[in-house]
């Protein structure tokens, strides 16, 4: 990845908020934040 992306990507907050979402779709969302290494993820409780 480029250096400059990678930067960028730890400033971002991955958002995994919406209420109908399995937990497929929150594995398969957390997967993609650590693939980019973002700074954080937030689900909804």
């Given amino acids: ?3 400059k992306v990678y930067e960028l990507a730890k400033m971002i907050d991955h958002s995994i908020l919406h209420p109908t979402l399995t ?5 398969r969302e957390c997967e993609v934040a650590n693939k980019y290494d ?8």
Wanted: proline residues 6%.
């Fill in 1 to 3: 990845m480029n250096q």
């Fill in 38 to 45: 973002v700074a954080s993820v937030c689900v909804k409780p």
């Fill in 23 to 27: 937990d497929e779709d929150l594995i």
